[in-house]
């Protein structure tokens, strides 16, 4: 287990440095003045141009400055918006919000799924089975703004239920952004769980477990389930990143001033700088999320662990 | 939870009425279905034994002859679907285990019988270590406390020959050799001394070494315990080695039966001739090994009277027209062929 | 938008790449059997006798067919030109005559949401069919010769996964002055080959080491011709499944980075752009969201179910 913990954590380091530096080539490498790109279409005094350069290291060669950059990062430095103010001043308000609504459609969408996921797959074929199937399917292919508005517009606005814009009502402002960001997730969920729990189920072991005299219930809530838990374990760590994409969506539609907004309205209104910025730090806690799920899952699967 | 477990199982089992004169267990005309999409297949036509305490049956045949099914009809872990019982009765000291509510027929599992596979790492949840999976008998059908149910584990792995149990209590199943993981199964299944053990193909994944070694250990361990043994196997030389009496199943049913000297000293059906015929043996040094014509029958289409008729080289008209029941030869053997005594006393 | 990398999970456990090293993913990964060179053609006609029969495949191809032909020949549809557009017009709602109503520009919304079909399913088509190209040129390099090159290419595959489609496709396009079909579909290629390419590697790791493939090397093939022949028709079925869904993804991706604003621009007539447009009237003018949102959903509907219809008829062990 150590080993295998000391092996990930290694591996981590490289990645993080090789999509950080992705990120910033992509920025500080797209053909063109830089500075320009940054501020998009306004126009730039000079001296705010000098002095951007000099902020952003551009005078120096382009290892060094990939250098300053990713040591900023490390020391908690995302870079300064236009107004001069800290982009880490910018998350600090606005992590709480998208990590509720992150919480919220995660336990939804992980409970929901789990739970429709072990009743299609307890019984492949069936009504419920067939039910999921398609449902899933549907949910899918409805993107994730399509599925917001027409929320907002039936159960919010028509019928009333929810509210439908801000934080006016605490968490059951959340509810309705938490359902449509986990949607889609659930569907994925409930699908895997599906056919991984209906593969198990003919598994060799849990014939065993069914000739030890267990109980139905022990032997497909613990010998089953626990082995049909890593696939979907394994797709909660990618999903992460869906729902960061998601909640930049998201709280575009729900109008939640969180992370996603803030990366929204950057890109509205073409402030780079804060793009860049909140979507480094997006991609560290997905990695670092990916860690955790890579643990977990060294946890469930000890032929991970010893090897 | 774990209380809860004990009650229901002891009280469950105990209250039925068993009379102790009756064999141990009698299957009785079993017939198990497969319902696939490409048709019905009779996994099981009318499958007949008994078995005795302290007695070893070996139930012999080629891959889809049925005698893993019939095997895990009496255990009650048939997947279902596609597999129906849908006639017949498995007797247990003279209950009829296929009539029992089915959490009643849960309790009986591992409690009075158990049940060992032939692939130890895929039969073992990969998940859990060895001892925790043995524990699991303890802790669930007797609401043994944790520290209890792991010695009691450590005990089991100890008497089925692991070398430093205590340390491999704590193993996975991965970890162990394949040898040692067929022994861990079968320390899971004699954890509540059950009175029937099938042990179903148990050396068929092993080298021929270890082979021999955990054939002992269940002979020995059958002969501390008394229980009564079913084995299933395709294996000839096992059968003659430890076993005092013999199934020989072809296409679904029971095609020869008696004891173990009898059928090698004189086999009264020709495809237990044929699988004779089709081994090595020190005896028949010298002579030709002769395999038995033909491949094993398409179960969906099973030929007409006699399923063995197309391979057979006794195989007259009657064959293919008429089934041979299993008929009553004398002296406690059976056999379902037309021409089983010429087979027999070797007239051909 | 979900990241398109999701569509994974649709594909079954085993195309889900565990967050292991390579050398316990081949262990723990059972090998696939895969089938002999001849019955490849007998697995598709198998399936194929399968899929005529099963009404999921036939609704899904009948709207494959459907956007597709939409997508060549939108006069098929309508004879309306969706930039003829008269302010008088303005967000009138569906009539018999206009079913769809008006857009803000006085547009008719019917004849734009026909046309919106062409660019969806040119980026769809484009993105992965240089995805697909790309991944079995690289997984036939990375699976079938193994050792440093393999390990580069999975140390990039992991770099790339540690950027999130939606969140990459910001970032870059939101750099770029000018967006329209190429870029876009350039940034999705760029951001979407990883997962095709483990796919396609894990696909030749199992069938290189079959007996046919053996036996080729053993007659003196060269390492193109077994690529090529033996390896290729018996490694591309989970590629092709995942492709069918895929280009489902992608069409929503699209559809999401326009509508975020990073993706295509005006004028061009595209459902996501549509939707933008229609998201601050909604409440006047719910049309506006509800029929490109419908043709967006249909037609990612119609590629998702027939990937989830290929492979229930081409994995032997769902059956």
Same mark, same amino acid.
């Given at each position: ?30 053909? &063109? ?9 306004? /126009? ?8 951007? @350069? ?25 870079? $300064? ?10 998350? =600090? ?15 939804? $969408? ?89 593969? *198990? ?25 626990? *082995? ?61 999320? *990916? ?17 | 939870?774990?209380? #809860? ?9 105990? @209250? ?36 005795? @305490? ?28 596609? &597999? ?17 509510? @089915? ?51 450590? #005990? ?84 003659? $080695? ?40 020190? $005896? ?8 038995? /014509? ?46 089983? #005594? ?7 | ?58 609704? %899904? ?93 999975? =140390? ?57 493939? #053996? ?18 028709? *018996? ?22 980075? %326009?509508?975020? &604003?990073? &993706? ?56």
């Amino acid at each position: 287990m150590g080993r295998y913990l000391i092996r990930r954590v290694l591996q981590f380091v490289p990645v993080f440095l090789g999509a950080t530096f992705l990120i910033f080539s992509l920025v500080f490498l797209i053909p &063109g003045d830089p500075i320009r790109a940054l501020s998009g279409d306004r /126009p730039m005094p000079a001296s705010v141009q000098q002095a951007l @350069e000099a902020r952003y290291n551009l005078d120096k060669p382009f290892w060094q400055q990939y250098y300053l950059y990713v040591a900023g990062v490390v020391q908690g430095d995302f870079g $300064e918006d236009f107004r001069g103010r800290e982009v880490t001043d910018i998350m =600090r308000e606005r992590i709480p919000v998208t990590f509720k609504l992150a919480i919220y459609a995660f336990t939804f $969408e992980v409970a929901i799924g789990i739970a429709a996921g072990i009743m299609a797959g307890l019984r492949k074929g069936g009504f419920i089975d067939n039910l999921v199937r398609i449902s899933t399917l549907i949910v899918i292919s409805i993107p994730i703004f399509v599925l917001g508005f027409m929320a907002q517009l039936l159960i919010g606005v028509r019928w009333g239920w929810l509210p439908v814009s801000g934080l006016g009502d605490g968490f059951k402002s959340y509810i309705l952004p938490a359902i449509v960001l986990g949607s889609t997730s659930l569907a994925y969920i409930a699908r895997l769980t599906r056919t991984s729990l209906a593969e *198990n189920m003919r598994a060799d072991y849990v014939r065993t477990a069914t000739a030890k005299g267990l109980k139905r219930s022990r032997v497909v809530g613990v010998h089953a389930l626990r *082995n049909s838990m890593i696939p979907v374990i394994t797709f909660l760590g990618v999903d992460l990143g869906g729902l960061m994409g998601g909640a930049i969506i998201t709280e575009g539609i729900f109008n939640l001033p969180g992370l996603g907004n803030a990366v929204f309205r950057a890109v509205v209104q073409q402030e780079g700088t804060v793009v860049v910025g909140i979507v480094t730090f997006l991609v560290l806690i997905f990695l670092l999320s *990916n860690l955790v799920v890579d643990v977990l899952y060294a946890v469930l699967d000890p032929r991970i662990r010893y090897e | 939870m774990a209380t #809860e477990a004990k009650e229901s199982t002891k009280s469950s089992i105990e @209250e039925l009425e068993f009379n102790p004169h009756a064999p141990l267990l009698e299957v009785d005309d079993l017939h198990v279905e497969f319902r696939t999409r490409a048709g019905v297949v009779k996994a099981n036509d009318g499958v007949t034994y008994s078995l005795g @305490e302290g007695e070893t049956m070996a139930i012999v045949g080629e891959s889809g002859s049925g005698k893993t099914v019939s095997a895990q009809a009496v255990m009650g872990i048939i997947d279902s679907p596609p &597999g129906y019982i849908t006639k017949g009765a498995a007797r247990f000291r003279g209950v009829d285990l296929l009539a029992l509510p @089915e959490d009643e027929r849960r309790a009986f599992r591992g409690e009075k019988m158990a049940m060992i596979f032939q692939d130890a790492l895929s039969a073992l949840n990969p998940l859990f270590r060895v001892g925790w999976q043995i524990a699991e008998m303890y802790r669930q059908h007797r609401g043994t406390s944790k520290t209890e149910a792991r010695k009691k584990a450590i #005990e089991l792995l100890d008497r089925v020959r692991i070398p430093a149990a205590k340390e491999r209590v704590d193993s996975y199943p991965h970890e162990f050799s394949g040898g040692m993981r067929q022994r861990a199964m079968i320390a899971m299944a004699l954890a509540l001394d059950p009175e029937v053990l099938i042990a179903d193909e148990p050396t068929t994944a092993l080298d021929v070494t270890v082979q021999a070694q955990i054939m002992k250990l269940l002979a020995d361990l059958q002969a501390e315990t008394g229980m009564g043994m079913i084995l299933i196997t395709h294996d000839l030389a096992v059968v003659a $080695e430890v076993t005092d009496r013999a199934a020989v199943m072809y296409a679904g049913r029971i095609v020869e039966q008696g004891t173990t000297k009898q059928i090698f000293r004189a086999s009264y059906h020709p495809y237990t001739l044929g699988l004779m015929n089709s081994i090595a043996s020190p $005896e028949q040094k010298g002579t030709k090994l002769i395999p038995i /014509p033909g491949s094993p029958p398409d179960l969906l289409h099973l030929p007409s009277g006699c399923p063995f008729h197309p391979r057979c080289v006794y195989a007259q008209d009657i064959c293919s027209v008429d089934r041979p029941p299993l008929r009553d030869l004398g002296d406690n053997r059976k056999s379902a062929c037309h021409f089983a #005594e010429e087979v027999g006393t070797g007239a051909k | 938008m979900s990241d398109f990398r999701q569509a994974e999970a649709v594909t079954e456990t085993e195309t889900v790449a565990p967050p292991v090293t390579e050398e316990v993913e081949e262990e723990v990964q059972k090998p696939i059997e895969g089938p002999p060179p001849g019955a490849t053609t007998s697995l598709w006609s198998d399936a194929w006798k399968e899929l005529r029969t099963s009404p999921l495949f036939l609704v %899904s191809l009948g709207l494959v067919v459907l956007f597709i032909v939409m997508a060549i020949a939108p006069q098929l549809f309508t004879s309306t030109d969706p930039r003829a557009c008269s302010l008088s017009n303005s967000l009138e709602r569906p009539s018999s005559e206009h079913w769809f109503g008006f857009d803000l520009q006085g547009c008719d919304y019917y004849a734009r949401s026909i046309y919106g079909a062409r660019i969806s399913m040119a980026i769809g088509v484009t993105v992965i069919g240089f995805a697909a190209i790309l991944a079995v040129i690289l997984g036939s390099i990375s699976g079938y010769y193994g050792g440093w090159l393999d390990s580069v290419i999975a =140390r990039l595959t992991d770099i790339w996964f540690a950027i999130p489609t939606i969140l990459g496709g910001i970032v870059i396009l939101s750099l770029l002055g000018e967006r329209g079909f190429f870029q876009v579909s350039f940034v999705l290629v760029i951001l979407g080959w990883p997962t095709m390419l483990r796919l396609y590697r894990s696909s030749v790791l199992s069938v290189k080491e079959m007996d046919y493939v #053996e036996a080729a090397r053993a007659l003196g093939a060269s390492d193109f011709r077994i690529l090529l022949k033996h390896i290729l028709p *018996n490694a591309i079925t989970p590629v092709i499944i995942y492709a069918a869904i895929s280009i489902g993804v992608i069409i929503a991706a699209e559809a999401a980075l %326009s509508f975020l &604003g990073v &993706g295509l621009q005006l004028p061009a007539i595209s459902w996501g752009l549509m939707i933008s447009g229609a998201q601050t009237r909604i409440l006047q003018a719910p049309h506006l969201l509800l029929f490109p949102g419908l043709f967006l959903s249909l037609a990612v509907f119609g590629f998702i179910l027939m990937g989830d219809a290929l492979r229930d008829a081409l994995d032997p062990k769902g059956r």
